[in-house]
């Protein structure tokens, strides 16, 4: 081995150590026991692997290059949901929950190897072109995706408005995969919608949460019961497809249609980790009755939302079970405007349920028309759109009969 060899191996076995001393110290100081620093064994182990890539592979590779893939490797492996994000990476987390982007319009996440659809986010490029929860991407731009560039996956659907870009998925019950050429457009972060299925019922649709979702949601609400010929009487509340978002906008919601109650908590390994949050007095529906419609495609904040209203005997659920991510992510800065999101707590619902990998079985199951496109009515921009939303969707006028039902209490499943 010759003297910069040497040099550098020392240097980041030192480096490492290093820091794995000054964690240590200070999560000594933090609770005031000791805790494990990073083995010498280790560390030695990761910096003898880099090197001999650094030296021995069979192009040359920057050793910030190097480094990052070793960190990126390291959180990618803990879960599906943890992250390393470079500054690019970082900037579109920030934009996707307060402002807009120019993409197809998809949440994704890594399930098994295989990079899947948990929803396409309502009148985007992805949701116009067909693509569905459930799908799973295997290429981009005939590039096949597996794990090694999950990460890539996200940032090649992204791009100027109007270039395209084609996906190839493998739907359940198609013999062959299915080639989508999507256009990529402006996606605009706007999360509600609503309109009236018939006088004095009213339909509120979240496609995701947002910083802007709760304070959408009051004027949303308010709109309803202007636009209302007499008293509210109910509202159907559709998280279908919902992939989750901003988790303080998910209790926010929740929060304003509870007068009491929890409407979550969750204990991780950090004091910041452990929370709960319960609701306070304030029904922006007055008691009007509620139907939440959720399927495969609602995940995170959007189960949070249906498990607070259901455990509390504010809403009856119906559709399909949920998606069942029922863990939190904190997205934490780091040098050089880089940061890593990472999975810190999980969180139960105010029975003290986990819905992580179950999801929530709704109180009464409606199975989705597979021939049917969710919700097609809402950005036809129809006359009638209560009606046009109505027509066609089984789930949603099954929902309105619940809300007219005179035994709508006493049908909830317990």
Avoid: C
Avoid at 69 to 83: E, I, N
Avoid at 159 to 176: C, D, F, H, Q
Avoid at 258 to 276: E, H, Y
């Amino acid at each position: 081995m010759t003297l910069k060899q040497r040099s550098f191996w020392l240097l980041l076995v030192g480096m490492l150590f290093g820091l794995a001393i000054s964690i240590g110290s200070g999560v000594f100081a933090q609770k005031g026991q000791p805790e494990e620093t990073l083995p010498w064994d280790d560390a030695r182990l990761l910096a003898e692997v880099l090197e001999r890539v650094r030296q021995e592979y069979v192009e040359p590779v920057e050793d910030s290059v190097l480094i990052e893939s070793a960190v990126r490797g390291m959180v990618k492996d803990l879960d599906p949901h943890s992250q390393f994000l470079n500054s690019e990476e970082y900037d579109e987390v920030r934009i996707s929950t307060s402002g807009n982007y120019s993409g197809v319009g998809l949440e994704v996440h890594m399930d098994e190897g295989k990079v899947q659809v948990v929803a396409a986010i309502e009148g985007t490029p992805a949701e116009k072109a067909g693509l569905r929860s459930g799908d799973i991407i295997v290429a981009i731009d005939d590039i096949q995706l597996d794990e090694a560039n999950f990460d890539q996956a996200v940032n090649r659907m992204r791009g100027e408005p109007g270039s395209k870009v084609k996906l190839t998925v493998e739907r359940e019950n198609e013999a062959e995969p299915i080639n989508f050429l999507v256009t990529r457009n402006n996606v605009q972060v706007k999360s509600v919608r609503s309109e009236l299925l018939e006088d004095d019922y009213g339909y509120l649709r979240i496609t995701h949460f947002s910083e802007t979702t709760w304070k959408d949601t009051r004027k949303a609400v308010q709109k309803m019961r202007r636009s209302s010929p007499g008293q509210l009487q109910g509202v159907v509340l559709d998280l279908r497809n919902n992939p989750g978002g901003v988790l303080e906008a998910a209790v926010d919601v929740s929060d304003g249609f509870l007068d009491t109650g929890m409407i979550v908590s969750a204990i991780g390994r950090v004091p910041d980790a452990n929370f709960s949050h319960r609701a306070s007095k304030g029904d922006i529906l007055d008691g009007a009755k509620m139907v939440v419609l959720v399927n495969g495609g609602s995940a995170s904040s959007s189960e949070i939302v249906a498990g607070a209203l259901r455990d509390n005997d504010r809403a009856m659920i119906a559709g399909e079970q949920t998606f069942g991510k029922g863990s939190v992510q904190t997205v934490m800065p780091l040098s050089d405007g880089r940061a890593i999101k990472l999975t810190t707590s999980r969180y139960y619902t105010p029975s003290g349920i986990s819905i992580h990998g179950e999801g929530i079985v709704p109180d009464v199951l409606i199975q989705e028309d597979p021939t049917r496109d969710l919700l097609s009515g809402i950005t036809a921009h129809q006359t009638d759109e209560g009606a046009a939303l109505l027509q066609g969707d089984t789930q949603l006028r099954k929902a309105l009969e619940l809300l007219k039902d005179g035994r709508f209490l006493q049908s909830r499943v317990d």
